[in-house]
Structures are given as C-alpha cells and as structure tokens.
C-alpha cells in the first residue's frame, strides 16, 4: 500500500495559491476520509444511568418553568463526539422529557423526525395532527417529519419520556427547523392502535384499495408490544433472539424513513450475541437489569437505563436475572443507511 502524499510536501506558494481560490488537495487527508477496511469512529459505548438523570431532570422543572423551556429536556450526549455536539450517536439525538401535571408543551412541527418513549408517570398525552396519544410506561409514539404536534399532562406526578431524533443528520444537511401553531383540535375517537390497527395482521379493509400511508399507526402500546414478545418467544429456538420491529402496518416497512425501532426480550439468564451491524444503535432498558459488552467496553444495565453502541460494534447482552426475562427497546439508523445503499450485516460478529 502506497503512502500517500503530504500536505508539508508540497511548497508553500502552491498551498497559498491554493487556499486563495478556495481550493485544497485531497490526497494528504483522503484516508481521513475513506480509511482502509473499516470506518474511522468517534462514538464511545456510553450508559445513561436513569438514577442519574431523573433527579436532575426534576430540578430542571423547579429551575425552570416550561414556558421558559418550551421542551424541558437533558440531552444525553456521547462525549467520544463532544458533549457540544448533543448527539447520542453520529445520527441519533436522545434526550430526557419532563412534563408536570397541567403544563403543555406548544404545538409545533419541524424538519426531523422524532419519537417519544414513556419512562414514568401516567397521565401524559401527545397529539399528532389531532389525534391525542395518551402516554403509558414504555408506550411508543411517533411524531413523524414536518406534522403538527404538542404535548400537555391531564394526570399527577411527573411524567418522563425519552426523545429519540435524527437531529443531527438533519441538522448537518442544513435542513433543521421548525414552525409553531395553535393549539391542535382533537378527535374525539381513541387512537388508531385502540381502532383500526387494534391486531397485527388485520387492516381496515379499505386500505387495500388505497394508496399505502406514511404513517397509519402513530402509537405502539407497550402492554401489546410485551405481550407479543413473550408470545413469539413461545415459539422460537433456544439460539433464537426474541426481538420484533416496530413497522408500518400498510406497507411493512420502517415507522419512519431514517430511525428503526424494535424491542428485544432476554429469556432468564440469557446471554446473547447480536449480529455485527453497520447501523449505530442506542438500547432504553424497560424490565429488567444484566450487562452488555460493546467492543472492549462492560456496561452495567438496569430497568429505565439507556446506552449507546456506535456503528460496526460487536454487541453482547446479557440478562442477570434468573427467574425473570429482561425487556430492552432500541433505536438504530438502519433506514437511513438501506435508503442510502450502504446498510450491512456481518455473519460473523469478530469479522469485519
């Protein structure tokens, strides 16, 4: 392999000539770029310890009245990229939500696309384009590109919720923002997950004529998700990992263009091994409490926890409890990477 060329190679009347016309040789940082073998990564496996944020995350809302915060939220950054940089992976935002009963959250829209994940408390609500989404323990919600949507707290006690965007690959593309509304209206008919898309398999009848929708189900109750998890589990193989995704029921496909979302049970005692992936993914601990290694990293996991592993990582879960199965929701950026041509799997986790 030859070695490339260095910038201090070149005379310096060059470089300045150069420069004046806005111009640069690629060659001496070209494997910066486009390194040999595997990609060059920042991001550091990472745990959020729950007991960490929460009391902070309350004094927030002592600190800080929402109509001052307008979202009140700490940001769990990865410091292998910089805590500036309010990114949990290269492409995934997360943050911690408080909202206290009676407060609202304003109606806006905006550019990326998120999702909500309950932690804690009862008695919250999200509406998307008027269709108000009450927010249970582990339920999941989406609140996809450009549509209207607020939060407000009908109930007592603090709610928590988790926050998981693709802010940063839109913001890097320069195409972040967002527009506020007026309060939304809201439909007084429960959620689609209560009506039309009550159980997987079945459709309303009619959406087979129709042109398939972007986003039908905007709500994923966490009783369903843990009921077919221990249902599938039934069913499957001892070498077999329990983990479903969260999809579109029209189309099968992802909920969302650029995030994936599954959730994942550890039978009593298991120990797995996932396959090696080129999609980044952080993992939110629902039940449970066991140990992950990614890479060279041990990370110690208990239930409302939340941790990082960064692309191509060798991943390994293990569930502590021997009597009792462990429950784990993750966000990945698997869509983002299949639209763009570039997503992989690795038979082999040791082998790049």
């Not at 919250?124 to 927010?135: I, Q």
């Not at 959406?207 to 709500?219: E, S």
Request: aromatic share 8%.
């Amino acid at each position: 392999m030859t070695a490339l060329g260095t910038l201090e190679e070149l005379p310096p009347d060059y470089r300045q000539e150069l420069t004046g016309f806005n111009l640069l040789p690629l060659w001496p940082s070209l494997r910066n770029f486009l390194p040999y073998g595997k990609p060059i990564r920042k991001t550091t496996p990472v745990l959020w310890r729950y007991e960490d944020i929460r009391p902070l995350l309350l004094r927030a809302g002592e600190l800080t009245p929402i109509e001052k915060a307008e979202r009140r939220v700490l940001v769990l950054a990865n410091p292998g990229l910089g805590l500036d940089q309010v990114r949990a992976t290269p492409t995934i935002y997360l943050g911690m939500q408080l909202i206290l009963p009676g407060e609202a959250a304003p109606n806006h829209r905006h550019t990326p696309s998120a999702i909500r994940f309950a932690v804690e408390g009862d008695g919250a609500y999200t509406v998307v384009e008027g269709e108000k989404l009450p927010m249970s323990r582990g339920d999941l919600i989406l609140t996809p590109p450009k549509l209207w949507h607020e939060h407000g707290h009908e109930g007592s006690g603090p709610v928590i919720w988790l926050d998981a965007l693709d802010l940063p690959l839109v913001h890097d593309i320069e195409a972040s923002y967002c527009i506020d509304g007026e309060p939304q209206p809201v439909a007084n008919a429960p959620d689609s997950s209560q009506t039309a898309y009550r159980r997987a398999g079945l459709l309303p009848y009619a959406a087979l004529d129709a042109r398939k929708r972007d986003f039908p189900l905007l709500r994923f109750p966490w009783v369903d998700v843990r009921e077919a998890l221990l249902g599938y589990a039934s069913g499957c193989g001892p070498d077999e990992s329990v983990r479903l995704a969260y999809i579109n029921p029209e189309t099968g496909r992802e909920c969302l263009p650029t995030l994936g979302f599954s959730a994942l049970m550890l039978r009593p005692g298991e120990e797995i091994r996932l396959p090696r992936r080129s999609a980044s993914v952080v993992f939110h601990v629902v039940e449970g409490i066991g140990t992950a290694k990614i890479d060279d990293i041990d990370i110690d996991w208990t239930e409302a926890d939340t941790f990082a592993a960064p692309t191509h990582a060798d991943v390994r879960l293990h569930n502590s409890a021997d009597a009792t199965p462990a429950f784990l929701f993750s966000v990945d950026d698997a869509p983002m990477q299949r639209s763009l041509g570039i997503y992989e799997t690795f038979n082999d986790p040791a082998v790049m």
